[in-house]
Structures are given as C-alpha cells and as structure tokens.
T-cell receptor, first 114, second 116 residues
Framework: DAGVIQSPRHEVTEMGQEVTLRCKPISGHNSLFWYRQTMMRGLELLIY????????DSGMPEDRFSAKMPNASFSTLKIQPSEPRDSAVYFC????????????FGPGTRLTVL | AQSVTQPDIHITVSEGASLELRCNYSYGATPYLFWYVQSPGQGLQLLLKYFSGDTLVQGIKGFEAEFKRSQSSFNLRKPSVHWSDAAEYFCAVGEDYGGSQGNLIFGKGTKLSVKP
C-alpha cells in the first residue's frame, strides 16, 4: 500500500517567492498533520486537520504560512513570501481513529530558501 | 500542558552492547506513548506504542519499551545494538481531545551512534 506521499522532495527557491508543498495522506485516514524539522528547533507541529477541518493551527509561524485540505486525499502548505529562515524539512503525517494513534510520516520536503 | 523530555541528546554505544534511551512525560491521565525512529534523510517510522495493558511492549527491529507510571517514564531498550540502529529516536505522547482525534507531542530526540 502507498504510504503518505509528499511533493516535491526537494525545493530550492529565492527569498520572496511563493512555495507550495503537497501531501497525499494514506487512504482512509481522517487526520493530517504538517510538521517542520530544523536542527535548532527539532520537530514542530504546524497545523493539524481532522476530517478536513483545521483543529489546531497554533504552530503556524505567521501569516506567511497557510494550509488547506480541500478533500480527504490532498493537502497543501503554502509559504508566501518565503524567507531564508523557512529553510527546513517539512513533513506531512496522517492517522486514523478516534484517539491519539500512530501517525504515518511521509518522506518530507527539504526546502531551501536562498 | 503535556510534555516529553528526552534527557540524552546524543548517545554512543558499541555494536553488540545493550541500549536504553530515556523518555519522561508529563500527562494527567493514562497517556498514549510512542517511540519513533528517523534514519538520515528519511521520515519518522513507528517502533512501538503503548495504549494500555501490559506495561512491557515489543516493537519492530528487536526494540522494547516499558511504561512505568510511578516514574512517568517510557524508556526504550534493545539488548544488542546493530550498526544499522544508528539513527535518531523520538519519544511522543498523545493528547486526547475527549474522544476526537488528538495530536502527538514529540520529544527533542536522541541521536544514537554505533561504534564498530
């Protein structure tokens, strides 16, 4: 079975450009999570959806970041405008169930903002 | 608020030696506890989880963990480490939003190096 799919795997862009990261969760999962991982700050939760509805976006750094989940099989994380400090690995994860359960992680998108 | 502490940032062990990675959590009720492993350039993979029942849980790759409520700990162990175990290990605790899907709180991670 396909796991969580993220695209692109690598993204290099220049400061000020718009960046869109994409995620396809595992079919049947009802929760989706976006994380950011850096050496300095470790793994940070950015936003969390349940049944396509944002539940907690308190981790979104600022208004430059936005996330959507238009349907159960697709989510995007957008950064506009991007800044060098946004350089990180961004992970998407999905899970299923009515209680905290295993999150299945995608391979991540390595973003470099020059 | 719930939290997870992994006191060791980096541990080095010799191949074939035993391993214990520490994890302490802060949570009011019975927690949902997880250990994940991340190899370089990869996403996180679940090693094992504890929800209830037997406090000693077995996972993949020969790992086990023991839930100790009195110590608020969920330490990860392996009796004999292999060079392929070199990776970063994350402990996590689950939040329960009263029956709806909850989030996981991750520790900062422990990087494991294995000496030949």
């Amino acid at each position: 079975d396909a796991g969580v799919i993220q695209s692109p795997r690598h993204e290099v862009t220049e400061m000020g450009q718009e960046v869109t990261l994409r995620c396809k969760p595992i079919s049947g999962h009802n929760s989706l999570f976006w994380y950011r991982q850096t050496m300095m700050r470790g793994l940070e939760l950015l936003i969390y959806f349940n049944n396509n509805v944002p539940i907690d976006d308190s981790g979104m750094p600022e208004d430059r970041f936005s996330a959507k989940m238009p349907n159960a099989s697709f989510s995007t994380l957008k950064i506009q405008p991007s800044e060098p400090r946004d350089s990180a690995v961004y992970f998407c994860a999905s899970s299923f169930g009515l209680a905290p359960d295993t999150q299945y992680f995608g391979p991540g998108t390595r973003l470099t903002v020059l | 608020a719930q939290s997870v502490t992994q006191p060791d940032i980096h541990i080095t062990v010799s191949e074939g030696a035993s391993l214990e990675l520490r994890c302490n959590y802060s949570y009011g009720a019975t927690p949902y506890l997880f250990w994940y492993v991340q190899s370089p350039g990869q996403g996180l993979q679940l090693l094992l989880k504890y929800f209830s029942g037997d406090t000693l849980v077995q996972g993949i790759k020969g790992f086990e963990a023991e839930f100790k409520r009195s110590q608020s700990s969920f330490n990860l162990r392996k009796p004999s480490v292999h060079w392929s175990d070199a990776a970063e290990y994350f402990c996590a605790v689950g939040e329960d939003y009263g029956g709806s899907q909850g989030n996981l709180i991750f520790g900062k991670g422990t990087k494991l190096s294995v000496k030949p």
